[in-house]
């Protein structure tokens, strides 16, 4: 049952992706050169070197976005389902959800401890649980470099002159805006983790597919680019900065 349900969303799946790449006008000769692509590395997207799982970062977590070990992606994936379930569909709250579990621990070691000590004799040996300190470590010096690393792209793109690049970044953070206008953060960061979870197992499974309509879709965005910064952008008179300095 479950290879003819596979088959089936294979089927679907490379049908869509079909319909989308034929549904794009083929790019001219003259237009958008793989070459200036060094022939596209071999059709990989970006020019990249490495495999999809050495671009993850290799390891377990590539393991699992990748869907090396079904059973604990799946059970990663309906875990943050679980949680996203239980505060927004449920209406908990993290402090209520919290408390409940503090409760249970408590009540499972109460019974524990007594029952053991009243069917034995002899002091109960009730497990400890420590979360270890390194972890909150790693946890926190892994966000601050992302964040960092975020703060300095955008401080980049500010200070490079580059108008195109900064105009993407600014409708990258309008579009996060107005996503965030939707949706609360808990949301978000949900489609994220599921957006992680599928796209990158998807891509590899039709990687061909999807770099040869990412390529088409380049294409036609760099057509447009060009046809936008002939007629309004090259229009626009740009001040000599230097000449105003030695004034």
């Given at each position: 049952m479950s290879e003819r349900s596979g088959s089936a969303t294979e089927k679907i799946m490379s049908s869509i992706i079909d319909t989308i790449a034929d549904s794009l006008p083929?790019?001219?000769?003259?237009?958008?050169?793989?070459?200036?692509?060094?022939?596209?590395?071999?059709?990989?997207?970006?020019?990249?070197?490495?495999?999809?799982?050495?671009?993850?970062?290799?390891?377990?977590?590539?393991?699992?976005?990748?869907?090396?070990?079904?059973?604990?992606?799946?059970?990663?994936?309906?875990?943050?389902?679980?949680?996203?379930?239980?505060?927004?569909?449920?209406?908990?709250?993290?402090?209520?959800?919290?408390?409940?579990?503090?409760?249970?621990?408590?009540?499972?070691?109460?019974?524990?401890?007594?029952?053991?000590?009243?069917?034995?004799?002899?002091?109960?040996?009730?497990?400890?649980?420590?979360?270890?300190?390194?972890?909150?470590?790693?946890?926190?010096?892994?966000?601050?470099?992302?964040?960092?690393?975020?703060?300095?792209?955008?401080?980049?793109?500010?200070c490079e002159r580059n108008l195109k690049h900064f105009l993407v970044a600014i409708a990258g953070l309008w579009a996060a805006a107005v996503i965030g206008s939707w949706c609360n953060f808990l949301t978000v960061i949900y489609i994220g983790f599921v957006c992680a979870h599928t796209l990158p197992v998807l891509y590899e499974k039709y990687e061909d597919q999807i770099d040869g309509y990412l390529y088409n879709l380049l294409g036609l965005l760099r057509d447009q680019y060009q046809k936008l910064d002939q007629g309004v952008l090259s229009k626009i008179p740009k001040g000599n900065m230097k000449a105003k300095k030695n004034e």
């Amino acid at each position: 049952m479950s290879e003819r349900s596979g088959s089936a969303t294979e089927k679907i799946m490379s049908s869509i992706i079909d319909t989308i790449a034929d549904s794009l006008p083929k790019q001219k000769s003259g237009q958008f050169d793989p070459g200036a692509v060094s022939e596209k590395v071999k059709n990989k997207l970006f020019g990249r070197q490495k495999t999809l799982h050495g671009v993850l970062g290799g390891g377990k977590s590539a393991d699992v976005l990748l869907w090396r070990n079904k059973k604990i992606s799946s059970s990663v994936l309906a875990l943050a389902t679980a949680i996203w379930v239980s505060f927004e569909w449920l209406d908990y709250h993290f402090l209520t959800i919290v408390s409940f579990a503090l409760v249970l621990g408590m009540v499972v070691q109460f019974v524990w401890s007594n029952f053991s000590n009243m069917l034995s004799g002899s002091p109960p040996q009730v497990p400890r649980v420590a979360l270890p300190d390194e972890m909150f470590v790693n946890i926190a010096v892994a966000i601050g470099a992302q964040v960092n690393k975020f703060l300095s792209f955008l401080q980049d793109v500010s200070c490079e002159r580059n108008l195109k690049h900064f105009l993407v970044a600014i409708a990258g953070l309008w579009a996060a805006a107005v996503i965030g206008s939707w949706c609360n953060f808990l949301t978000v960061i949900y489609i994220g983790f599921v957006c992680a979870h599928t796209l990158p197992v998807l891509y590899e499974k039709y990687e061909d597919q999807i770099d040869g309509y990412l390529y088409n879709l380049l294409g036609l965005l760099r057509d447009q680019y060009q046809k936008l910064d002939q007629g309004v952008l090259s229009k626009i008179p740009k001040g000599n900065m230097k000449a105003k300095k030695n004034e």
